[in-house]
């Protein structure tokens, strides 16, 4: 079992930053690819952005991109989510999530295609 402890949350204003983490425990964690998903309430759990392996390619979704960028520390066993130019619509329980599978980029996306997942942490984000 792999487990996934996030951190980081917490309330800030629109225009700020917060960065998540997720520490890794119980398995090789530069085995997994990483994933930062977020759910809002009354929605659905969304992808927000993941990470191959050793860091070799990343991906975002649209309303995240040029704003939030996920990067990991093997040696920490460790994956993070700087988040920049918060806006109210990134308020959400933010979610970390491994996946030990090679995948096409789109499965990456995919909620599904996760085994593990952490327990959140809330982002609220005043206007």
């Known amino acids: 079992q792999l487990q996934l402890v996030e951190s980081g949350g917490g309330l800030v204003q629109a225009g700020g930053s917060l960065r998540l983490s997720c520490v890794a425990s119980?398995?090789?964690?530069?085995?997994?690819?990483m994933g930062w998903f977020r759910q809002a309430p009354g929605k659905e759990r969304e992808f927000v952005t993941a990470i191959t392996w050793s860091g070799g390619s990343t991906y975002y979704a649209d309303s995240v991109k040029g704003r939030f960028t996920i990067s990991r520390d093997n040696a920490k066993n460790t994956v993070y989510l700087q988040m920049n130019s918060l806006k109210s619509e990134d308020t959400a329980v933010y979610y970390c999530a491994a996946d030990a599978h090679a995948r096409a980029s789109y499965y990456y996306t995919q909620s599904r295609s996760y085994s593990y997942w952490g327990q959140g942490t809330q982002v609220t984000v005043s206007s």
């Open positions: 119980g398995r090789t964690f530069s085995s997994y690819v």
